[in-house]
């Protein structure tokens, strides 16, 4: 019976884990009217409790785990205990963090929407027109901010200082929790720290990682400049217990507009003009391509340096074997986490990207212009008699 009794620990946590996630995806109503907020306060308990470190905790806390897992096989070795029992233990830790994980985070998963927070309509599918549509909108608007930004000799976006940046994270969450009235925003902003060994994560393709278990949202150093603001604001709001990788990116377009800094509102739209250019890359009807080639076309010289450097950064640096192995990693977590989507979540900012355009950009210039253009005392427009 000895020999099982880590098995038996595994399993009661993988159950409790199971049970927790299955009673939040069949409530989620109710679990929403309480569990966000709790697991809010816990997450700005524990940013408070390890920023007392410029480090990232968590990775140091990894660090021992794998010094103990280490010394507990020597120390099976020379005791000769027995391997099935020993990784049963193992397991129950496995089990026993995941479960932690689960019920301090991870049911945000199940929880409304950010679309549903900020009183977003999403439209699924939606057509070429209004795809392209926004797509120029974000261009123009990334053309514009480009100019405004700091670069180099060779035209590029200026390199900063990482601590500089991210102290300037907070002010678009403040603007969004208290101009626009978005209580879901209403989290930590304390300042992201720097992700440590960052030239292994930047092999890797990983840009930056929230610790739900220390409360640390961390940022790849390695980050392009005009991508750093969109990333911190990104890893930030899953901070804010805003789980789902496609609400955490449009968090990020949100929080980096609302921001007074040129350098995070160039940010915002630069990533909203490549995830909503590349979803149109994908389509390959007549009227697609012929959209992509006008939006193309009307890219500034700014605009394209820095999509250019940006593409061929990440093609000099990732190790194509190593991103495979850190994608399949990810996919798994985000799908077991209760996202089907998995890392095409990350993708799917598209479809609300869209539909903000929609209602917040298209709905009110041609309500005005309606609005402008309609005489009910013009007789070409109504009949008088």
Request: aromatic share 12%.
């Amino acid at each position: 019976m000895k020999y099982w009794r880590g098995y038996i620990t595994a399993a009661i946590f993988a159950l409790a884990t199971w049970g927790l996630m299955q009673f939040a995806e069949a409530h989620s109503s109710l679990a929403d009217m309480v569990y966000p907020y709790v697991t809010r306060l816990i997450q700005d308990f524990l940013a408070e409790w390890s920023s007392g470190v410029d480090f990232c905790l968590w990775q140091m806390l990894a660090v021992l785990l794998g010094v103990l897992f280490l010394a507990s096989i020597v120390i099976m070795i020379i005791l000769r205990w027995n391997v099935f029992q020993w990784f049963g233990w193992v397991l129950a830790c496995g089990c026993t963090l995941f479960f932690l994980h689960t019920g301090i985070y991870g049911l945000n998963q199940y929880c409304s929407s950010l679309a549903e927070d900020i009183r977003l309509t999403v439209q699924t599918g939606c057509t070429v027109t209004e795809l392209a549509e926004a797509t120029t909108y974000f261009r123009d608007m990334a053309n514009q901010l480009a100019t405004q930004v700091e670069r180099d000799a060779d035209g590029s976006v200026a390199e900063q200082d990482f601590a500089s940046i991210a102290e300037l994270a907070g002010d678009g969450f403040e603007t969004l929790t208290y101009e626009y009235h978005y209580a879901v925003f209403a989290g930590s902003t304390l300042p992201v720290k720097e992700l440590g060994w960052a030239d292994m994560y930047t092999a890797m393709g990983i840009t930056g990682v929230t610790m739900p278990l220390t409360g640390e949202a961390a940022v790849n150093p390695n980050t392009p400049t005009v991508a750093l603001p969109f990333t911190m604001c990104h890893e930030m709001s899953h901070r804010m217990c805003i789980a789902q990788e496609r609400d955490a990116n449009l968090a990020a377009y949100l929080a980096c507009t609302a921001n007074s800094d040129p350098l995070y509102q160039y940010s915002g739209y630069f990533m909203a003009f490549r995830y909503c250019y590349n979803a149109l890359a994908t389509v390959t009807t007549t009227t697609a391509v012929t959209a992509r080639q006008e939006i193309y076309a009307g890219i500034s010289d700014e605009l394209m340096q820095d999509l250019t450097d940006y593409r061929e950064y990440y093609r000099s640096v990732q190790d194509e074997q190593a991103v495979s192995v850190a994608n399949s990693v990810n996919d798994t977590y985000i799908k077991v986490s209760g996202d089907d989507s998995g890392t095409n979540s990350y993708g799917e900012v598209t479809d609300l990207l869209v539909s903000w355009h929609i209602q917040n950009i298209w709905l009110p210039a041609h309500q005005e212009a309606d609005d402008e253009g309609f005489d009910p005392l013009d007789k070409n427009q109504v009949d008088l008699g």
